[in-house]
């Protein structure tokens, strides 16, 4: 079992930052492959973001690209998010996942640890 509580959300203005961090229990946290997705009101939750052991390699949803990195410390079993330049649509709630790696598997879906998401509101 993991647990991911996710936090950093918030309000924003247009064009400004912020840095979401999503911390794991567990002591295998290097073994799984973390996610953030987005869920905007009355839409389906998708993927922002997605990395293996260390984020050498990433996908990224095309409306991202450029403006959200993601990263993680395994020592602190942290992820991170990223986000710059932010843009009304990126309002929504933000979600941390998690699954074990398995080598040629997507990253893009097949999570089954979530968080309880952290609410990041982008003002224009």
């Known amino acids: 079992q993991m647990q991911l509580v996710e936090s950093g959300g918030g309000l924003v203005q247009a064009g400004g930052s912020l840095r979401l961090s999503c911390s794991a229990s567990?002591?295998?946290?290097?073994?799984?492959?973390m996610g953030w997705f987005r869920q905007a009101p009355g839409k389906e939750r998708d993927l922002v973001t997605a990395?293996?052991?260390?984020?050498?390699?990433?996908e990224y949803a095309d409306s991202v690209k450029g403006r959200f990195t993601i990263s993680r410390d395994n020592a602190k079993n942290t992820v991170y998010l990223q986000m710059n330049s932010l843009k009304p649509e990126d309002t929504g709630a933000y979600y941390c996942?998690?699954?074990?790696?398995?080598?040629?598997?997507?990253?893009?879906?097949?999570?089954?640890?979530w968080g309880q998401g952290t609410q990041v509101t982008v003002s224009s």
């Open positions: 567990g002591r295998t946290f290097s073994m799984y492959a």
């Open positions: 990395c293996g052991w260390s984020c050498g390699s990433a």
């Open positions: 996942a998690a699954k074990r790696l398995v080598y040629g598997d997507t990253l893009s879906s097949g999570y089954n640890y």
